[in-house]
């Protein structure tokens, strides 16, 4: 095993959530009048900025006060779903099988995310969990990716991130990491496998590819 530590990608990876984005996404359009996605269009265009991807799918600019509204809606919607969300079928296996140190770093709000490890049953498992401090998200995570590393003292050419999207896949070449792409997620499996970066169908099946990376 050429690296040591796992960062593990919450929403959409470990947390198999992505119809509640999707309704809570539909949401936060219909309340300024916007069309619904479904998950498939969703997961086609979804990206970070999630303004960008906002503006894409409402056909119009989205500013920063417009974008931190729709933002709130989102999550107060996600958040009424958020019980009956469940973690990805393989999801403990996977972390089982890794045998080095691993953390986990979520753009979800730090506050919120930490309870809700202890309640998926994994407090404990992860060397440091970090989340969003800030009010409102949907911001790159590469940067994020940098402070989680630094608080954790591992170097990038330690890394291996498992997500879901192909931020994860920008954030993770930041600090001179590797990633392995999951299919379960938010991003369309035919973008993950067009983007050149390893891709698996399944977690276990990720942290198999990590162990090589």
């Not at 930041?174 to 891709?199: C, E, I, M, W």
Request: charged residues 25%; without cysteine.
């Amino acid at each position: 095993m050429a690296r040591t530590h796992l960062v593990w990608d919450w929403n959409g990876t470990l947390l198999d959530d992505l119809s509640l984005v999707v309704s809570s996404t539909n949401t936060a359009f219909e309340s300024i009048g916007g069309r619904n996605v479904d998950a498939d269009e969703h997961r086609s265009r979804f990206r970070r900025p999630v303004a960008d991807f906002y503006a894409e799918i409402l056909g119009r600019a989205i500013d920063e006060a417009e974008f931190g509204e729709l933002d709130r809606i989102f999550h107060d919607a996600y958040r009424l779903g958020l019980t009956s969300m469940t973690l990805a079928a393989d999801a403990m296996t996977a972390i089982k099988a890794w045998p080095g140190s691993q953390s986990l770093l979520s753009m979800w709000f730090h506050n919120e995310l930490v309870p809700a490890v202890e309640t998926y049953g994994l407090a404990g498992v992860f060397t440091r969990v970090d989340g969003l401090r800030t009010e409102v998200g949907g911001h790159l995570k590469a940067g994020h990716l940098a402070t989680h590393l630094d608080e954790l003292g591992v170097a990038g050419d330690d890394v291996v991130l498992i997500g879901d999207s192909l931020d994860d896949a920008a954030a993770a070449d930041a600090v001179g990491g590797k990633v392995v792409l999951y299919t379960g997620g938010f991003t369309h499996p035919d973008r993950l496998r067009a983007s050149g970066y390893p891709v698996a169908d399944t977690l276990l099946e990720a942290v198999e590819m990590a162990r090589m990376l």
